[in-house]
């Protein structure tokens, strides 16, 4: 699809330049005009709207074979799907809690691995960083056990090679 995204004044443009190059590498800087943002990160240039599509504060989803949450807005449809090694829905409630990100949320991603920050991990993976809020996080209780179809928590899922359940998101954001 292609769209058109109306210049911004020659004046505009050049500061919006200046701006990102001037700024510090560890600094994601953004130049809003209109509905639009050029935004810097990792060295490259991104152009967005200027408000980021982010998911809303919590809902409920009901875990069955069957079951799809819409997302809302631009940011997909999640639906579990049978995969080896996944999440074990023994352990799991009937009703998971799905919200955005709040900060300090931590997952252990590998079976042997430590339980690494959510932060740390999106820096790894090179989640951008104003798409952070649209990552739908999946509950059980108190217990953050996957994050989209990105990570699962290790302490959730079944033995290697074991049958288990993943979240599976379709027309998900593009996010890295």
């Known amino acids: 699809m292609t769209r058109s995204v109306p210049p911004p004044s020659t004046a505009r443009l050049s500061e919006a330049l200046r701006q990102i190059i001037a700024a510090d590498a560890d600094h994601q800087p953004a130049v809003i005009w209109g509905g639009h943002a050029l935004r810097r990160y990792r060295n490259r240039l ?11 504060e919590h809902c ?21 799907s049978p995969q080896i090694g996944g999440l074990d829905a023994a352990r799991l409630p009937d009703t998971l809690m799905v919200r955005r990100r709040r900060g300090g949320e931590t ?33 059980a209780g108190h217990d ?33």
């Open 60 to 80: 409920e989803w009901r875990l069955a074979d069957d079951s799809k949450l819409d997302l809302g807005g631009e940011l997909g449809v999640l639906h579990w």
């Open 107 to 139: 997952l252990r991603a590998h079976r042997r691995g430590r339980t690494q920050s959510l932060q740390h991990l999106c820096q790894s993976l090179g989640v951008l960083p104003w798409m952070r809020d649209a990552l739908p996080l999946v509950y």
């Open 144 to 176: 953050l056990i996957a994050v989209g179809d990105l990570w699962q928590d290790a302490r959730w899922c079944v033995a290697d090679g074991a049958p288990g359940f993943g979240c599976a998101w379709r027309a998900a954001p593009i996010l890295v």
């Open 46 to 56: 991104f152009l967005t709207p200027a408000s980021p599509p982010a998911l809303k």
